[in-house]
Structure formats: structure tokens, C-alpha cells
């Protein structure tokens, strides 16, 4: 994949208002710097058990967007559901006065697996156990600097049920997670200079080279019209 490609560690956990470590995971992701889109390479794999990593390819967008973040419609990953989803342009912000562009997508309740319990603990007569099916549903809602790409703030509303009979019955996680405020303004400090540079590389600085050789251009050919700096002109061609 040559020097453009990334490859990102993560470590995430959930903690309950009760100190109780929950879901727990490590990741390892490979991207191409500029697109953000994943690539196939360097054993890329995620760990919900601590020494059982389980290999992955992802797909999409992962950790960032592109650079020069458009204003349309990108496919996101979505790690629970492990498959991408289209992320939506919702409009455009300003976090600590930095311009960013907003993005959401929603998945709606999606089975991603099912567990055994006992038909009373679902609120159901009779004895024994059933199958019952494992829901997951995500708003998940990004505000993204649009010349390095970086996500600067991160928000996501889970809402994880256990259905029976096509209802929910037991509500495992119900949760908004995302970035706190301390970490918003870090990211805003850190990456604000460095989309002014990337913009004036982009823009202002392709524009003045452009307008610098036009002028060296003309100033060539009028060079070149004058019999007594024929010579110098050919020597500087």
C-alpha cells in the first residue's frame, strides 16, 4: 500500500455508573492517510476476549474522513454490526469557532444475534427456555473539520433490546456516549492550525504559483519581442 497507509490501534471500554468495566474491546485498523477509506492489509482485527483476536476486513470510512471532507452522502463502518452504513451531510457548524461539517446515520433495530433465557424473564407464561433474538440500533452523529478529515466531536445514542414475539422485552443497553468537552476543545486546538495550513496549500498557495507563472509568462513573451534580448530569452528557455 506504500507510505500512504495507517495503521491504527484502539482500546475502548464502557463503564457503568456503577464502576463495572462492561463491553471491552481492541482494534487494529489499516487506512489510506488521504481517502480515510479502509484498506486490506497488515492483519487488521478486532478483540472483544482478551488473546482471541478475530480477523476483520473492514470497509469504509473508519477513523477519519478525507481530506477536503464533501458535502455528500459516505459509507461509515459500524463495529458492532461489522458492515458499512451510509453516513449522511446533515450541515455545517462551527464548534469553538471552527468550521466542521455535521454527519449522521441510523440504524434502525438490526438482530445480530440470540441468546437462551427462561420465557419468565421475558415476561412470558409457561416454563423452559427460548431463543430469543439480540437488537442493535445506533444514531451515531460526527462533526468532521473538512480539510484534515478529523472527527472532532463524536456522539452515538445506542439502544440494544432483547426481542420475543417481534417485541422488545429486555432493554440491554440504552446509552448516548461521545466525546466530553474537554476532549472537543483539545481536538479544536490541535487540528484548527493545521486546517489553515492544509487550506492555504490547497488553495491560496495553487492560485499564487499559478498567477506567478502566468506573469513569468508574459513577461517571457515580451521579453522575446525585443530584438536585444533574444539571446537571453532563448538562454532562460
Not at 482500546?11 to 486490506?40: H, L, M, Q, W, Y
Amino acid at each position: 500500500q506504500g507510505g500512504n497507509a495507517v495503521v491504527w490501534y484502539s482500546k475502548s471500554s464502557t463503564k457503568s455508573s456503577d464502576g463495572v468495566v462492561r463491553p471491552r474491546s481492541t482494534d487494529k485498523v489499516a487506512f489510506n492517510a488521504t481517502t480515510g477509506e479502509a484498506i486490506d492489509c497488515c492483519g487488521t482485527y478486532e478483540e472483544t476476549e482478551e488473546g482471541q483476536p478475530e480477523e476483520i476486513t473492514y470497509e469504509g470510512l473508519l477513523v477519519k474522513f478525507p481530506f477536503n471532507t464533501q458535502k455528500q452522502t459516505y459509507d461509515f463502518w459500524d463495529g458492532n454490526l461489522r458492515k458499512t452504513f451510509p453516513i449522511k451531510y446533515l450541515g455545517t457548524e462551527e464548534i469553538e469557532g471552527l468550521t466542521v461539517y455535521k454527519f449522521e446515520h441510523v440504524i434502525e433495530p438490526t438482530q445480530y444475534a440470540t441468546i437462551e433465557l427462561p420465557l419468565s424473564l421475558l415476561g412470558e407464561a409457561g416454563e423452559g427456555n427460548v431463543e430469543a433474538p439480540r437488537f442493535y440500533s445506533n444514531t451515531r452523529t460526527l462533526w468532521v473539520e473538512p480539510e484534515t478529515g478529523v472527527i472532532i466531536k463524536r456522539n452515538e445514542a445506542q439502544d440494544n433490546t432483547i426481542n420475543y414475539n417481534d417485541e422488545p422485552k429486555l432493554t440491554t443497553t440504552k446509552v448516548s456516549i461521545g466525546y466530553d468537552d474537554v476532549t472537543v476543545k483539545e481536538n479544536v486546538d490541535k487540528y484548527a492550525p493545521l486546517a489553515s495550513g492544509l487550506k492555504l496549500a490547497r488553495t491560496t498557495l495553487p492560485i499564487g504559483f499559478g498567477l506567478l507563472g502566468l506573469l513569468a509568462l508574459i513577461g517571457g513573451a515580451f521579453l522575446a519581442r525585443r530584438p536585444e534580448a533574444e539571446p537571453a530569452a532563448e538562454s532562460a528557455a
